[in-house]
C-alpha cells in the first residue's frame, strides 16, 4: 500500500525497505540495486521531520550509500552530498549519543575518499580528527572498535607520508596490530586490516631496514590475499601490496624467484582491479617499477620497455587531477625511465621527453612537497646532460646541485664569473648539513674529497665576478671550518654547542648525522613507488632536512651561537688583527692569492709566481722526512759541521731539496706578503718580533713558512728575522678560543714538552 507523502509512517517505511535494498546490494554487488538504495534513503530522509530521533540514523545510512555509490561511478557530486549527510548527522547526535562514534567514523571514511581525490592534507588532518573523537566515544566492548582502530592506523600512516614523523609511523604500526587482534576471523574486513597493518610496518622497514619487519610485513600482506574473497573489490590492493612486498625483498636479496613472484601479484593486481577504479594507475606504476629495478640488474632493454610502456599506461588511466602529487610522481617516473633509456641510446628525442615530463612533475607539486627537491635534481641532471649533447649555457643554469661542480668549471672555462659563483655558493651553503664525523671512514674520506678545494675555488671566484673580498674571504673560511671540524672536531660549533646546550647539540647531530647518512650529494635517479605504499628516501631527506634548518635558527638564538655555522663577519675577523696580523693563502689550479688581515682592513695579493705544481714539487721532501722545528732547521743549515753530523739522520738529496723548497717558499710567497704588509722594514731583525698567524689549508697546510728562506751566517732573507709565525686551521677556532673565558687562577708552574735538538747541549733546568 502506497502511504501518502505526509504520512507519519512513510519515512520508517522507506527506510526499511531502504535496508533490505542495501542488504541485496551487499549480497550482488550490482550498481542497480545500489542506486534504488540511495533513492529509497533519499526519500526517507525527506519524509522524517527534522527533529525526529531516527532522523541521525538515517542521514548517515544516506551519507554510507552515497559514499559507496562514489567509490562505483566516481562522481563527485555523490562524494560531496555524501560528506554532506555525515556532518548534519553528526551535527545532531550529543556526544552521549550510543550511534555517535559510528557517525563520526562514517562521516571519516568519506573524507577519507575526498582526501585521495584531491590531496589535501586539510582532509587528511580532518579524517584523524573524526576517528580520534569516535575512539573516544565507544567502549572498549565497542562492536566497530576494531575498525575506527584500522582507520586510524591507516591515516596516521598516510600522515607519515605527509611528515616523515617517525612517531606517526609508529602509531600506525600500533593502531593496526591492535585493529588485525581485535578484529574477528572471517570478518568481511579482515583482509583489508591486515594489509593496512602490513604497509605501516613495510614502511617502518623502509626506516630500519630490519629484516624482521619486512618478513613481518610480508606474513600480512599474504595472509591478506588469503582471506579476500575472489570478488572482494579490494583485493588487487592487497595483491598489489604483496607485490611490493616481495620487491622490497628482492632489492635486499637479489632472488629472482621473488622478482618473479613480485611481477605474477603485480599482474595479478591489475587484472583484478576495474578500469575506473583510482587505484588502477597505481598498480600499473609499480609494476613499471617491478621491471625498472629488474632492468637495474641485468640491463636488458625488454624490461626498460615494459617499464616505460607501463608507467605511460599509469598515466592515461589515472584518474585524478592533474595537479595531484600523483599524477607528479607518475610524470616523474616516465622522465626518469626516459632519462635511463637515453644513456643507452643516445637518442635526444628520449632526453626531451625526460625534460619535459620531469619539468610538469616539479609543476603540478607544491614547493613544499617533501619529493619536490628530488625533482629538481634529476631534472637537473637532464639539463647537465642536454648541454653535454648541444653545449647551450642555459642548460647549465638549470643543472642540480650534483652537477653544480662539473657546472661552475664549465662557467669558469667560458668565463662565466656570476654563474659560476651562483653555483659555487649553493653548494657551500649545503656543506654543512652533509659533513658528518659519525660517518664511516670511507665515507668521511669521499665528503672530505668532495669538500677539498670547493672553498679555495670559491674564493678565486666570487672576486672575479665581483663580489667582495669579506664574501671570498668567507667562503674560503667556511669549508675550511667544517673540514676542519670534521677531522678533529676541536674549537668548533658543534664542540662548543656540546659544552653549553648539549642536548640541543645532541638534536642537531642527530639530524645532521641522518641527513649525511642519506647521501644528500648523491642523488637519486631511481623510479618511486606511489604514495600509501612506499615511504621515499626523499621525503625523509627532506623532512630531516627541514628540521635540520629549523634547529639551527633556533640555535643562533642563544647567547653567542648568532654565527652558528656561518662564517665570522668582517668586524669579527678584523678584531682577531688586533693582536696579530693574520695571513690566509689560497691556492687553486687557476692561481694563487692571499688575504691580509692588518690595520682595521681586509686586502688581497696576488702571487703570480706560485702555481700549484710548484706547491706539489716543494712539498715532495716532507713525504720523506719528518718537519723539523724552525730552531733546528736554522742550526742545521747555517753550520756545515751539523750538516756532517747530521747525514745519519737525513738524506743529502732531502736536505738539498729542503733548503731549496724553502728558498723558494721565500721568495714565491714570504717575501711579496711581508712586504705587501711593511713587516720587512728593518736590515737587524728587532728584540721583539711582531705575531703573525698563518692560515693554510691543503697542500699549503703542509709549507713550513716560519722556516722559510735562506739561514746562513747574517742573513735575514728568512720568515725568522721579521715576524714570529703561529698557525691555526681557521679564524673561527682563533675567534673561539679567544672568546673563551679564562678562569682567573694562580698558575706557578707550566710544563713545556719538546723534542731534544741535535748538536745542542740540554736546557738547564730540564729533565729528560
Given at each position: 500500500m502506497t502511504l501518502p507523502p505526509k504520512h507519519r509512517d512513510r519515512g520508517r517505511r522507506l527506510a526499511n525497505v531502504a535496508t533490505k535494498q542495501t542488504k541485496l546490494y551487499k549480497e550482488t554487488k550490482t550498481l542497480g540495486d545500489l542506486e534504488q538504495a540511495v533513492d529509497l534513503l533519499r526519500a526517507a530522509v525527506e519524509a522524517t521531520p527534522l527533529d525526529h530521533v531516527r532522523r541521525p540514523k538515517r542521514l548517515n545510512s544516506l551519507g554510507v550509500s552515497l559514499g559507496r555509490l562514489y567509490r562505483h561511478n566516481k562522481s563527485e557530486s555523490h562524494l560531496a552530498e555524501a560528506i554532506d549527510r555525515g556532518r548534519e548527522a553528526t551535527a545532531i547526535v550529543s556526544g552521549s549519543h550510543a550511534d555517535r562514534a559510528t557517525?563520526?567514523?562514517?562521516?571519516?571514511?568519506?573524507?577519507?575518499?575526498?582526501?585521495?581525490?584531491?590531496?589535501?592534507?586539510?582532509?587528511?588532518?580532518?579524517?584523524?580528527?573524526?576517528?580520534?573523537?569516535?575512539?573516544?566515544?565507544?567502549?572498549?566492548?565497542?562492536?566497530?572498535?576494531?575498525?575506527?582502530?584500522?582507520?586510524?592506523?591507516?591515516?596516521?600512516?598516510?600522515?607519515?607520508?605527509?611528515?616523515?614523523?617517525?612517531?606517526?609511523?609508529?602509531?600506525?604500526?600500533?593502531?593496526?596490530?591492535?585493529?588485525?587482534?581485535?578484529?574477528?576471523?572471517?570478518?568481511?574486513?579482515?583482509?583489508?586490516?591486515?594489509?593496512?597493518?602490513?604497509?605501516?610496518?613495510?614502511?617502518?622497514?623502509?626506516?630500519?631496514?630490519?629484516?624482521?619487519?619486512?618478513?613481518?610485513?610480508?606474513?600480512?600482506?599474504?595472509?591478506?590475499?588469503?582471506?579476500?574473497?575472489?570478488?572482494?573489490?579490494?583485493?588487487?590492493?592487497?595483491?598489489?601490496?604483496?607485490?611490493?612486498?616481495?620487491?622490497?625483498?628482492?632489492?635486499?636479496?637479489?632472488?629472482?624467484?621473488?622478482?618473479?613472484?613480485?611481477?605474477?601479484?603485480?599482474?595479478?593486481?591489475?587484472?583484478?582491479?576495474?578500469?575506473?577504479?583510482?587505484?588502477?594507475?597505481?598498480?600499473?606504476?609499480?609494476?613499471?617499477?617491478?621491471?625498472?629495478?629488474?632492468?637495474?640488474?641485468?640491463?636488458?632493454?625488454?624490461?626498460?620497455?615494459?617499464?616505460?610502456?607501463?608507467?605511460?599506461?599509469?598515466?592515461?588511466?589515472?584518474?585524478?587531477?592533474?595537479?595531484?602529487?600523483?599524477?607528479?610522481?607518475?610524470?616523474?617516473?616516465?622522465?626518469?625511465?626516459?632519462?635511463?633509456?637515453?644513456?643507452?641510446?643516445?637518442?635526444?628525442?628520449?632526453?626531451?621527453?625526460?625534460?619535459?615530463?620531469?619539468?610538469?612533475?616539479?609543476?603540478?607539486?607544491?614547493?613544499?612537497?617533501?619529493?619536490?627537491?628530488?625533482?629538481?635534481?634529476?631534472?637537473?641532471?637532464?639539463?647537465?646532460?642536454?648541454?653535454?649533447?648541444?653545449?647551450?649555457?642555459?642548460?647549465?643554469?638549470?643543472?642540480?646541485?650534483?652537477?653544480?661542480?662539473?657546472?661552475?668549471?664549465?662557467?669558469?672555462?667560458?668565463?662565466?664569473?656570476?654563474?659560476?659563483?651562483?653555483?659555487?655558493?649553493?653548494?657551500?651553503?649545503?656543506?654543512?648539513?652533509?659533513?658528518?664525523?659519525?660517518?664511516?671512514?670511507?665515507?668521511?674520506?669521499?665528503?672530505?674529497?668532495?669538500?677539498?678545494?670547493?672553498?679555495?675555488?670559491?674564493?678565486?671566484?666570487?672576486?672575479?665576478?665581483?663580489?667582495?673580498?669579506?664574501?671570498?674571504?668567507?667562503?674560503?673560511?667556511?669549508?675550511?671550518?667544517?673540514?676542519?671540524?670534521?677531522?678533529?672536531d676541536s674549537r668548533s660549533d658543534t664542540s662548543l654547542l656540546r659544552e653549553a646546550h648539549p642536548e640541543i647539540a645532541a638534536r642537531y647531530c642527530g639530524l645532521r648525522d641522518a641527513v649525511a647518512r642519506r647521501g644528500l650529494l648523491n642523488g637519486g635517479g631511481t623510479v618511486s613507488f606511489e604514495k600509501n605504499h612506499y615511504v621515499s628516501e626523499s621525503l625523509k631527506l627532506a623532512h630531516d632536512l627541514k628540521s635540520l634548518e629549523d634547529l639551527e635558527v633556533e640555535i643562533r638564538k642563544l647567547p653567542s651561537f648568532d654565527r652558528f655555522q656561518l662564517p665570522l663577519t668582517e668586524n669579527e675577523m678584523l678584531d682577531l688583527s688586533k693582536q696579530g696580523p693574520l695571513v690566509s693563502v689560497n691556492m687553486t689550479d687557476y692561481g694563487c692569492q692571499a688575504f691580509l688581515l692588518a690595520n682595521d682592513c681586509i686586502r688581497r695579493v696576488e702571487l703570480l709566481k706560485v702555481t700549484s705544481s710548484d706547491v706539489i714539487k716543494h712539498i715532495s721532501w716532507r713525504v720523506l722526512k719528518d718537519e723539523l722545528s724552525s730552531r733546528d732547521l736554522k742550526h742545521i743549515l747555517s753550520s756545515s759541521q751539523a750538516s756532517q753530523e747530521s747525514k745519519a739522520h737525513q738524506d743529502t738529496s732531502t736536505q738539498n731539496a729542503m733548503i731549496e723548497s724553502m728558498q723558494w717558499l721565500w721568495k714565491a710567497l714570504v717575501q711579496p706578503i711581508l712586504a705587501e704588509m711593511g713587516l720587512l722594514s728593518q736590515t737587524v731583525p728587532p728584540s721583539s718580533l711582531p705575531c703573525l698567524w698563518w692560515i693554510n689549508s691543503g697542500e699549503m697546510a703542509l709549507l713550513p713558512f716560519h722556516a722559510a728562506g735562506s739561514h746562513g751566517p747574517e742573513s735575514t732573507e728568512n720568515t725568522l728575522s721579521h715576524v714570529s709565525s703561529s698557525y691555526i686551521p681557521t679564524m673561527k677556532m682563533l675567534h673561539h678560543s679567544r672568546k673563551r673565558e679564562r678562569a682567573h687562577r694562580v698558575i706557578d708552574k707550566i710544563l713545556v714538552v719538546t723534542m731534544l735538538s741535535p748538536l745542542l747541549a740540554q736546557a738547564p733546568n730540564t729533565n729528560l
Open positions: 557517525y563520526l567514523s562514517d562521516l571519516g571514511i568519506a573524507i577519507w575518499d575526498r582526501y585521495h581525490l584531491t590531496d589535501s592534507v586539510e582532509d587528511l588532518y580532518e579524517f584523524l580528527r573524526l576517528n580520534r573523537q569516535a575512539l573516544g566515544n565507544c567502549t572498549l566492548d565497542h562492536p566497530r572498535r576494531f575498525k575506527f582502530l584500522n582507520d586510524m592506523g591507516a591515516g596516521l600512516g598516510e600522515q607519515y607520508m605527509k611528515t616523515g614523523s617517525l612517531q606517526d609511523l609508529q602509531d600506525a604500526v600500533a593502531f593496526g596490530q591492535a585493529s588485525v587482534d581485535e578484529t574477528p576471523d572471517g570478518h568481511a574486513n579482515q583482509a583489508r586490516h591486515l594489509a593496512n597493518l602490513s604497509v605501516a610496518i613495510g614502511d617502518r622497514y623502509l626506516v630500519n631496514g630490519s629484516m624482521d619487519d619486512l618478513e613481518s610485513a610480508m606474513f600480512y600482506a599474504k595472509t591478506a590475499v588469503d582471506k579476500a574473497t575472489a570478488n572482494d573489490r579490494e583485493r588487487g590492493r592487497y595483491l598489489n601490496n604483496l607485490a611490493i612486498r616481495y620487491l622490497e625483498r628482492y632489492i635486499r636479496t637479489k632472488s629472482t624467484i621473488d622478482w618473479q613472484a613480485a611481477l605474477d601479484s603485480g599482474k595479478a593486481a591489475v587484472a583484478a582491479t576495474h578500469s575506473t577504479d583510482l587505484e588502477r594507475a597505481v598498480y600499473l606504476d609499480n609494476l613499471a617499477k617491478c621491471y625498472h629495478d629488474r632492468y637495474k640488474e641485468l640491463g636488458t632493454s625488454d624490461l626498460l620497455e615494459e617499464a616505460i610502456d607501463h608507467t605511460r599506461a599509469a598515466m592515461r588511466e589515472s584518474r585524478v587531477s592533474q595537479d595531484h602529487t600523483n599524477q607528479a610522481r607518475r610524470s616523474f617516473n616516465l622522465g626518469t625511465t626516459l632519462g635511463v633509456r637515453y644513456k643507452d641510446s643516445g637518442q635526444i628525442d628520449d632526453l626531451q621527453e625526460s625534460i619535459g615530463r620531469i619539468e610538469k612533475a616539479v609543476n603540478r607539486c607544491p614547493k613544499n612537497f617533501p619529493e619536490r627537491a628530488r625533482y629538481l635534481h634529476d631534472l637537473g641532471v637532464d639539463f647537465y646532460d642536454r648541454f653535454q649533447k648541444q653545449q647551450d649555457l642555459h642548460d647549465v643554469r638549470l643543472a642540480s646541485p650534483q652537477g653544480r661542480d662539473k657546472a661552475a668549471n664549465i662557467a669558469i672555462e667560458q668565463q662565466e664569473w656570476q654563474l659560476a659563483a651562483a653555483y659555487l655558493s649553493e653548494c657551500i651553503d649545503l656543506v654543512p648539513k652533509i659533513s658528518s664525523r659519525s660517518n664511516s671512514h670511507d665515507d668521511l674520506h669521499r665528503v672530505l674529497q668532495q669538500l677539498s678545494g670547493l672553498g679555495s675555488i670559491a674564493a678565486w671566484v666570487y672576486l672575479r665576478a665581483g663580489r667582495s673580498i669579506i664574501e671570498s674571504l668567507q667562503a674560503l673560511e667556511q669549508c675550511r671550518g667544517i673540514i676542519s671540524s670534521l677531522i678533529m
